[in-house]
């Protein structure tokens, strides 16, 4: 599986802010929409594009434009904190949803909404969960693209555990990741370490 990790000084200063216990609700949601930013436009560096014919004031020209925007598909909760900024990136993109709250007994995904087009082959998704930490709600998800023909799709992470990034890795599906810092590994309750806590939590408050 292709990883890619967006090293930049500039996503390194929004992913403190964000790890930092003393930013709060706001602040936590304006450093996760400019990081998602970043990784939406590395994510799509490599992205096909066709030319287009314009007309500058001047004369006309030959410009590009991506041939298939991705379908974007936030994990709520804490997704939803990514997808408006993802979209303000690729404005032409079309946007499902996919709900996964977590058992705190199991820490098991529990499903509870899916919100897809029919048929996924040909398109690009991107998977938008700031958080890649057993791997339980990216792979469901994963297996929810699949099974709707998706062979192209990358998950859009803020931070990641090995153990998500192998589990990623051992499924043998069509993915990549995208991601801003691969950290140390889980607590026994499987949050990530040392992480930024409950990323749903520090953006909307708790449940
Ligand atoms: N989900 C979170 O929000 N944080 C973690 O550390 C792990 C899963």
Redesign the pocket.
Known sequence: MDCLIVDHPLAAARLTTMRDEKTGNAGFRAALSDLTQMLIYEALADAPSVEVTINTPMRAHTGSRLATPPLLVPVLR?GLGMVEQAHAMVPEAHVGFVGIA?DEETAQPVPYLESLPEDLSGLPVFVLDP?L?TGGSMLHTIELLVARNATDITAVCVVAAPEGVAALEKSGHPCRLVVAAVDEGLDEV???VP?L????DRQFGPR
């Open positions: 804490a977590r958080m930490a499987n949050y990530i992480g806590g409950d990323a749903g």
